[in-house]
């Protein structure tokens, strides 16, 4: 593994995205977890697997959090890109509420997982512009997958 380089990561604060994030989908509310996904978080993982990078997310700073967000937004990486690859690339830091940390890695990553083996395919309730997703070769590629509005 390629942790031990401090330099070989790419870091996101929540903060820069939302001071309030919001619910789960776009459609019930500004600065959803689904828009953070599809802003932030699928194209800085994408890069990240391309050159090698891990990547630290930070949750400390916004006033609070939904879980659905936090559900959303980490449960739509695990279902594009894999438990495993996503346990390996990211690193969550919550110095203010680490039970969100414990929260993500044992119940989202898990739940997401088994809704990517069955091909439960997640919810969109705005229109995204095409994202990465492992396709049914196991390889990335940028599509609309779904778009369920």
């Known amino acids: 593994m390629h942790r031990n380089m401090e330099n070989k990561k790419i870091t996101i604060a929540v903060m820069d995205y939302s001071k309030s994030p919001g ?16 802003k932030i978080l699928n194209e800085k993982f994408k890069y990240a697997c391309d050159n090698k990078l891990d990547i630290e997310i930070n949750l400390d700073g ?24 996503v346990k390996n690339r990211v690193t969550i830091i919550s110095n203010e509420e680490p039970e969100w940390i414990e929260m993500i890695i044992n ?11 069955a091909n439960d395919t997640p ?14 070769n196991n390889l990335l590629s940028k599509e609309e997958w779904v778009c369920s509005i």
Do not use: C, M
Request: aromatic letters at 20%; a negative charge.
């Open 23 to 38: 619910p789960r989908y776009s459609a019930q509310g500004d600065d959803s977890g689904e828009d953070f996904y599809h």
């Open 62 to 85: 916004p006033d609070g959090y939904a879980s659905s967000f936090l559900d959303e937004a980490f449960g739509n990486l695990v279902f594009d890109f894999g438990k495993e690859d």
């Open 107 to 117: 119940e989202t990553y898990n739940e997401w997982e088994e809704r990517r083996i």
């Open 123 to 136: 919810t969109k309730t705005a229109k995204h512009e095409a994202w990465w997703r492992l396709n049914y």
